[in-house]
């Protein structure tokens, strides 16, 4: 399972690794503020580390100026960079050079230091309710698998931009997309909770996790109509890939082939598939934790592990759990 990771912010450097000078704009968006409306305007994206800009730069658009910028801080071991993230009214600053010493931003967000630059920020509309578009902030965590870690800035009704912690997701870092045109731009990513559920990583196969922006809150949206056929291609996907399978662990690919036919309202044809192809040896993933204990962090102790006579029973309490079928539907433990 890909552990949540309480991200820092707001984190005040040492004066003797702080470097304050101009931000770099490598990268300026030439579209003006009257241009663009917060709900009619193609998103903007800037990433650094990957694609060879080691600096950050700038990005404006609906009245919002993001300057991505890095600290960097050596000592006689090593040297690490640290990406900060400030806001700014694209109005005050479309003529004066923006003074780190004496300006105020709308807000800054201080991200981990790693021994790269490797984040991105993107000016987005993910939240048709409020006035504006949001900032979304990746940056890679680092470490093997782990984790994309996304922040989500969003102005509310009173014209204060709020912080939100969308999570720590497997892989590099990445930005909001619109998987169906024309219904709106989501974090699109893969259910993290399949990873190392009932198999190794290398074992597991999660389906796609669709995950947008509802006022502050972080929503799993996946379920939605429109959003089915691609959960039918993934479906297609992992019974080729089943079919492929030959020998060692089985368990974590049949999850994600229930899962993805699940969403795809086809978990009836799915199921008995499950019930002759699993792993009766494999022990791994029928004992767990009840979700608010394992990604709220909570201490629950042993009197809380679930413990489940068979990987059939496992997986049909985690497709419960997390929205995949009715809370009420019986799925037979046994062919």
Do not use: K
């Not at 923006?98 to 509309?125: F, K, M, R, W, Y």
């Not at 870690?149 to 909001?176: H, K, M, P, S, Y």
Request: hydrophobic share 40%; glycine share 10%; charged share 20%.
């Amino acid at each position: 399972m890909v552990p949540r990771l309480a991200l820092l912010a707001g984190v005040c450097a040492g004066l003797g690794w702080l470097a304050l000078g101009p931000l770099s704009t490598t990268w300026q968006s030439r579209v003006s503020q009257e241009e663009q409306t917060a709900a009619d305007f193609e998103p903007l994206l800037l990433r650094a580390g990957a694609d060879g800009n080691s600096s950050g730069g700038s990005l404006t658009a609906a009245g919002i100026r993001a300057d991505l910028s890095f600290r960097v801080r050596s000592d006689e071991h090593d040297s690490e960079q640290q990406p900060v993230l400030r806001l700014w009214p694209a109005a005050a600053v479309a003529e004066t050079p923006v003074s780190l010493l004496t300006d105020t931003p709308l807000l800054e967000h201080v991200g981990l230091s790693g021994g790269t630059a490797n984040a991105l920020i993107q000016i987005v509309e993910l939240d048709l309710d409020n006035g504006s578009p949001e900032v979304l902030f990746s940056q890679y965590s680092g470490g093997a698998h782990c984790c994309a870690l996304i922040t989500v800035f969003r102005e509310n009704d009173q014209g204060a931009w709020q912080t939100i912690d969308a999570g720590a997701f497997d892989g590099d870092i990445f930005a909001a997309t619109e998987p169906v045109p024309g219904h709106g731009h989501l974090l699109a990513t893969v259910d993290n909770r399949f990873l190392y559920r009932f198999s190794s990583y290398a074992g597991s196969s999660p389906p796609p996790q669709f995950l947008a922006l509802r006022g502050d809150q972080i929503v799993d949206v996946s379920h939605q109509t429109h959003l089915r056929p691609l959960f039918e291609e993934d479906a297609q996907r992992q019974a080729q890939r089943l079919a492929d399978h030959h020998g060692g662990e089985v368990n974590g690919l049949l999850a994600g082939y229930a899962a993805s036919h699940a969403r795809a309202d086809r978990i009836g044809e799915a199921w008995p598939v499950v019930l002759r192809l699993y792993d009766r040896d494999s022990r791994w993933g029928l004992e767990s934790y009840p979700d608010d204990c394992e990604y709220h962090g909570r201490d629950c102790g042993q009197e809380a592990v679930v413990r489940h006579p068979n990987f059939p029973g496992a997986l049909a309490a985690l497709l419960r759990e997390a929205g995949y079928i009715p809370e009420d539907m019986v799925l037979a433990r046994q062919p």
